[in-house]
């Protein structure tokens, strides 16, 4: 990833706002990064993995051919992609534990990464419980397809995927407040402001690649838009957690203008839209 090179703290810029440009290029690459190795790094590799092919592949969805696999290898085809997600998060959180305090722009992406990958992860499991469908659903494509009685499952999976939605957005907040400056809600203000734009930006991300799929609505509104709009929206209210009472002296996230950064999202957006957004239907052979 770019920005790996340690980048600048600026004197007298600890309590401003990031570049805008660089922060929405960050927002989009983490966003992409996020869904494409949910996608295709856990539901599509796993499809292949365990002897059958992928029928299609889109931006926020894989059809695998399950008729060439077993009952148990449907269910962890279904389940690779939030198994991923996990990994994604606690990975980029052991990453972000390392990067220092000279490196603003490289530690608010690993965060922002990281975050995403336990917000999918974890939604998941709420979202199925809630929608009987996803993942973790109880349809013949789900984690739990046959679990019975459905009465029972989906709300005790709703109730889990609360604790562990939750659970994932203090873990999350926890490993940003220690690099953020100031005391009150001024200590979190410009911190509330940048993941509020991200998570605009990532919403607008997926709903325009997304709005190219081939089923229409069904997409947009099952997928593409939960996964952004809903399953990132920790993001909106994770500030209110926090002890106002107490303060801190880190770094802050300011950073300025890092065309690295800008130039990967827009290399890593367009190039995901260009193959995945209207659909990959791979050769039968």
Known sequence: MP????????????????????????????????????????HAAACAGLGSRALEMGAFYVNCDNARLSPIAVRLVAIAGPLISLALGLTSFAILARIPARAPATAYFFWLLGTLGLMEATGYVLFSGVMGIGDLGTEPDGALYGAAPPWLWRPLLAVIGVLLYVGAVRFALARL????????????AIANRAVMVSYLVGGATYGIIGAFNPYGWTILLTSALPASMGGTSGLLWMFRLTDRSRSASG???????????????????????????????????
């Open 3 to 42: 920005g790996l090179t340690p980048g600048e703290v600026v004197p007298g810029k600890v309590g401003s706002f990031p570049d805008p440009w660089t922060l929405i290029a960050i927002s989009a690459l983490a966003y992409i990064v996020s869904v494409a190795l949910h996608e295709h790094g856990g």
């Open 177 to 188: 407040e220690p690099r953020l400056a100031g005391s009150g809600w001024a200590r979190v």
């Open 251 to 285: 770094p802050g996230l300011y950073f300025g203008r890092r065309w690295s950064y800008i130039a990967a999202a827009l290399l890593m957006t367009l190039g995901y839209a260009l193959v995945f957004a209207r659909t990959l239907r791979p050769s039968t052979g």
